[in-house]
């Protein structure tokens, strides 16, 4: 179990720092929360919109 873990960690931190650094660009960054606020208005609205049940 250690073995396999020591030798894929050095094999996935530099991707996981190249793709955090991708993520932090001011254009990826507002695309990402342009797109989850768009995501979440749609529920958000069927909620208020939507029948009351009792």
Known sequence: ?????????????????RLGRWLRRPRIARAIEDGSGAALTGPGLALVTGPLSR
Not at 2 to 17: E, G, Q
Request: no cysteine; glycine share 0%; hydrophobic share 70%.
């Open 1 to 17: 179990m250690v073995v396999p873990a020591l030798i894929r960690f050095p094999a996935v931190a530099p991707l996981v720092d």
